[in-house]
């Protein structure tokens, strides 16, 4: 039997070499930290209807700032549109009393022409950066797009929709005899006005559709599209060839997409026209 002081001794170093090895196995099967997955993994882009043109992957930066920090990569440009206006011809001939009888012509179709476009997964020189886009980021910057292809297609469909509906249902009325040709125009413009909602009365539609085209250029100066440039995982470094003189970036999504539906913002702006699809 040993001494009282050997034997506390040995207690000692089996406690310890006990917690020892505890130790080692609680961190070998520790999960990582939740900050630590957050920033490994790109989450999910958001669910972005589509009602506007899709956007169009391309091998290039659309637009890229190697000094502008966070920032849009992808770009959505309004390239032509087609829109009705009032158009009037006259009914029978010519009278000696100058009088002057006309109709409406039907409006001819709304239409818009917009070039949407993203980068495709792949990686971009940029000044002095290699710019990553992985498959997950790429998805982001095609979201962010598509809302402002669905704001613009929104902003001429449905504000230029309701003046061509307008002038539709002045074509079906029956001519109208005023005392000359101006008498004509002011009859039947104030005839359109009385069918527009208030913000589109008096020739303000196309006034109010830019006014929607800067609305969704916002969601831009607002951040909501922005990217950042952070540094790669080893895993990424590891497998991308990177030229010399170059620094490799991760893109990473850092905005609020998704925020605002188009049609929401619209409503916002112009509340009349939620009365006018109504009719």
């Keep these: 039997m040993g001494s009282p002081v050997a034997d ?27 900050k630590a997955l957050e920033e490994t993994v790109v989450p999910p882009a958001p669910a972005v209807p589509t009602i506007g043109p899709t956007p169009v992957a391309v091998n290039h930066l659309p637009k890229a700032d190697a000094n502008g920090g966070a920032q849009p990569l ?10 009705p206006s009032l158009a ?19 409006a001819g179709p709304v239409d818009i022409h917009l070039d949407a476009i993203y980068p495709a997964p792949n990686t971009y020189t940029l000044d002095k950066l ?3 886009i992985e498959p997950a980021v790429a998805d982001h910057i095609k ?17 230029q929709g309701a003046v061509g509906a307008a002038i539709g249902r002045l074509a079906a009325q029956p001519p109208r005899t005023t005392k000359d040709l101006r008498a004509a125009w002011a009859c039947w413009r104030a005839r359109l006005d009385a069918e527009l909602p208030t913000e589109l009365r008096g020739g303000q539609a196309n006034k109010v559709v830019d006014t929607l085209h800067a609305l969704s250029n916002e969601r831009d100066t607002k951040g909501w599209h922005n990217m950042i440039f952070r540094g790669p995982l080893q895993k990424q470094v590891r497998a991308t060839k990177i030229p ?21 913002r619209i409503d916002k702006a112009v509340p009349g026209l939620r009365k006018a699809k109504r009719r």
């Design 8 to 34: 506390s001794i040995l207690r000692l170093q089996r406690d310890v070499g006990n917690r020892a090895v505890t130790e080692v196995l609680l961190q070998r099967d520790a999960k990582p930290p939740r």
């Design 244 to 264: 010399k003189g170059l620094e490799l970036k991760r893109v990473y999504p850092s905005g609020n997409i998704g925020v605002e539906g188009s049609q929401e």
């Design 74 to 83: 992808g770009e959505t440009v309004v390239t032509s549109s087609t829109v």
């Design 143 to 159: 979201a962010g797009e598509q809302e402002h292809s669905n704001d613009h297609y929104l902003a001429v469909h449905q504000v």
């Design 88 to 106: 009037i011809e006259r009914v029978g001939e010519t009278r000696k009393d100058g009088t002057y009888t006309s109709k409406v012509k039907p």
């Design 130 to 132: 290699l710019l990553l």
